[in-house]
């Protein structure tokens, strides 16, 4: 397909859109003439600082501008940093067709279905064998392997004038837990028709091989089948991968399985009805009937591994279950593994539940009970081996990880000018030959808030950071409609501010500030013969502000409501 004769090709153009510098938001399009080809529409989630934010996706200013150009977007796996944003990106680019593997699909479907836009969303299936015509120009070959869920792809697109590489995540697991192995054969006949490759970094810097699924599900079963008491398992709704072990155990075993979660019962459908995991319905018990079966016959799946605040794990250690209440004997598994800044919270959540007499296993080098569903540097290696492109980019990791992911490349025979790092928004441009980077586009995330697209602004998130760091000061004033006026003293609400049984000096001064200002806009108010409500609100906010940050250095919100 590739043509050495370049003279009247067109420069295929790669832009990685999104998600290049993190794990999360995943968006990379490559162009040529007037095809567009998108690959992954993942959503992150946003930082600390981003008050009130759901969500973050991938910018679609150029997207939409050129929407008519876009024949395709392609899906490596069903992870929401993968396929998040398409419900929001879907409606903006006039819904393009979505070529996915049969988990995605089904996990896309049920979105779509859930936001009433399954109508308008035309999805394809893809396999194995799929290799698939987009457009005039593009080929888009779908090669399994294996990640944390089933149905994952490393995608091989071609175009007149050069083709690309999309590891997607991948390990290479040598035992998965029911599916195929990677397909090396496929990935070997790639051998020499790389340009460039976009590799994952996630787990670049982790010496090694990635543990198979199979060696966790062991540890797991010999764990679980000693033990006589009930089991409690948190582990990621995303792991599909670990669901189908925990299950499985639970059959062999003869324990009945609970489960505790929103997204796990919707993980659990998916895996069931394509037939990932084959269970009868028996093996399922509801919440309410747990007392009904003997501690040696339950297994609680659950959510929460992070201690997130309203999942299952957090509200049983809070002893605010209404079914679950964890006594002596019970068993707590993390089959999960430890996102940094959650560290705080994930001790004081296992601190709760070892106190209320719960035994605790979590995932050591000892005894290994997580695995990822991302290569170590052993599996990296092995892609290369076996797909020999002539350029690689490190993505899906910070800079530092594709910092370091970049020195291995150097180790294992890549020249620095074959390795690009990139950033979001950045295209680069080929020509047959040689690869150079070419305009940024705008590449910002939109923020959402789960009512709309991008209709948050800075001041909103402003006041609400605000408003979460130093609270609400509220000011109620009454003035007379004839006079203008204050009738009575002003009454004051604060939320998250001060408490106004110690506070009461500064309401005095708070009380002062109000009258004198007031004063001063009843002189001007009598000079200019005209008296404005609004211009006295903002000279309280303005006075009260200032006073209120000398006398506690804190700058909660303010608001004047005059009545
Ligand atoms: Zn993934
Ligand atoms: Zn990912």
């Known amino acids: ?40 529409a993942g959503y992150s989630f946003p930082g600390q600082e981003m008050y009130g934010i759901d969500y973050l996706i991938p910018n679609t200013r150029y997207l939409k501008k050129n929407k008519k150009k876009i024949k395709a977007i392609l899906i490596t796996h069903g992870h929401l940093d993968h396929i998040g944003a398409l419900k929001w990106m879907l409606p903006e680019l006039d819904y393009p067709p979505i070529y996915a593997g049969g ?15 399954d109508r308008k969303v035309k999805i394809f299936g893809v396999d194995r064998k799929s290799d698939i015509a987009i457009g005039k120009y593009f080929k888009a070959k779908f090669i399994g392997i294996n990640h944390s869920i089933p149905d994952a792809f490393s995608i091989f697109l071609q175009s007149p004038n050069g083709n690309l590489f999309f590891s997607g995540d991948f390990k290479f697991d040598t035992s998965p837990a029911n599916e ?14 790389i340009d460039l ?39 990621f709704s995303s792991l599909i991968t670990r669901l189908y072990s925990l299950i499985t155990i639970a059959q062999k075993t003869k ?76 068993l707590v598994i993390m ?18 539940l070892i106190a209320l007499g719960a035994d605790l296993m ?19 290696k092995a892609m290369l081996d076996l797909t020999q492109p002539r350029n690689v980019m490190p993505v899906h990791g910070s800079l530092t990880f594709r910092y370091f992911h970049k020195l291995n ?53 402003k006041d609400r950071k605000q408003l979460s760091e130093f609270g609400i000061f509220t000011v109620i004033l009454n003035l007379s409609s004839k006079t203008k006026r204050i009738i009575g003293r002003p009454k004051f609400l604060s939320r998250g501010f001060i408490y106004f049984k110690n506070s009461q000096s500064l309401l005095n001064e708070i009380q002062n500030c109000i009258f004198d200002t007031h004063r001063d806009w009843e002189r001007d108010s009598i000079q200019h013969k005209k008296y404005e409500e609004e211009a006295l609100k903002t000279a309280l906010e303005k006075q009260l502000s200032k006073l209120i940050y000398k006398k506690t250095e804190r700058e909660p919100i303010i608001l004047i409501a005059i009545i």
Request: glycine letters at 6%; one cysteine or more.
């Open 197 to 235: 490759a976009l590799m994952e970094s996630t787990n670049a810097t982790v010496p090694g091989k990635a543990p198979s699924e199979t060696q966790i599900s062991d540890n797991l079963e010999e764990i679980i089948s000693k033990y006589d008491g009930r089991i409690i398992v948190s582990a």
């Open 255 to 330: 324990r009945k399985v609970l489960l505790s979660g929103r997204s796990l019962d919707q993980a659990i459908l998916i895996a069931r009805e394509n037939r990932y995991i084959n269970v009868d319905d028996s093996i399922f018990i509801r919440d309410k009937d747990i007392h009904k079966y003997p501690d040696n016959e339950i297994l609680i799946l659950c959510t929460g591994s992070q201690g997130e605040r309203f999942a299952a794990l957090n509200r049983i250690s809070l002893n605010e279950h209404k079914f679950i209440k964890i006594k002596k004997g019970d």
């Open 409 to 461: 490349l150097q180790k294992w025979g890549f020249r620095s000018d074959e390795i690009f790092l990139t950033e979001d928004g950045q295209t680069w441009e080929f020509n047959g030959s040689y690869w150079k980077r070419g305009t940024k586009i705008e590449s910002k995330p939109i923020l959402i808030d789960g009512l709309g697209v991008g209709d948050i602004g800075d001041i909103v998130l």
């Open 362 to 380: 979590k995932d050591s080098v000892n005894m290994k009970i997580h695995s990822t569903g991302h290569g170590n540097q052993e599996d990296i």
């Open 103 to 117: 988990f995605a699909k089904s996990l896309i479907e049920l979105k779509m279905k859930e936001y009433k836009m």
């Open 180 to 193: 195929p192995e990677s397909d090396y054969q496929e990935l070997s006949k790639l051998k020499g028709k």
């Open 1 to 40: 397909m590739r043509v050495m004769n370049n003279n009247n090709k067109h420069t295929l153009k790669l832009c990685t859109l999104s998600g290049t510098s993190e794990i999360g938001r995943n968006s990379n399009f490559v162009e040529y003439d007037d095809e567009i080809v998108i690959v992954d």
């Open 335 to 352: 089959s999960s593994s430890e996102i940094p800044e959650n560290i705080t919270k994930i001790e004081k959540l296992t601190d709760r």
